[in-house]
């Protein structure tokens, strides 16, 4: 497992962060807090602090899902190419990034 995650780059293990962890802190712990910054910048993965056009433009990018027009936010891929994802838990449309993705 370890030799798998060296190959992962900052984004997908910000994308691990907070796929496993995230939901399992406590909500207003310091430990929530800690991790949703490490989250953060892992997935920019330029480091230093956002810039109020850094801000503007990932709202820009937010994409819509088609299905049910919830908001969809990017998730990094990690067995699998990067994808939106609706954030409504009873939709979970999946739009990958690159276009449908063929599978063999």
């Given at each position: 497992?370890?030799?798998?995650?060296?190959r992962?780059?900052?984004?997908?293990?910000?994308?691990?962060?907070?796929?496993?962890?995230?939901?399992?802190?406590?909500?207003?712990?310091?430990?929530?807090?800690?991790?949703?910054?490490?989250?953060?910048?892992?997935?920019?993965?330029?480091?230093?602090?956002?810039?109020?056009?850094?801000a503007?433009?990932?709202?820009?990018q937010?994409?819509?899902?088609?299905?049910?027009?919830?908001?969809?936010?990017?998730?990094?891929?990690?067995d699998?190419?990067?994808?939106?994802?609706?954030?409504?838990m009873?939709?979970?449309?999946?739009?990958?990034?690159?276009?449908?993705?063929?599978?063999?």
């Amino acid at each position: 497992m370890g030799d798998r995650l060296i190959r992962l780059s900052d984004r997908q293990i910000g994308q691990l962060l907070f796929d496993f962890c995230w939901a399992e802190l406590y909500v207003g712990g310091p430990e929530l807090i800690i991790v949703t910054e490490a989250i953060d910048r892992l997935r920019r993965s330029t480091g230093g602090a956002v810039t109020n056009e850094e801000a503007q433009d990932n709202l820009k990018q937010q994409s819509v899902c088609p299905k049910c027009g919830n908001r969809m936010f990017l998730h990094y891929g990690i067995d699998e190419p990067d994808f939106w994802l609706c954030d409504r838990m009873a939709c979970r449309h999946k739009r990958y990034v690159g276009g449908p993705v063929r599978i063999r």
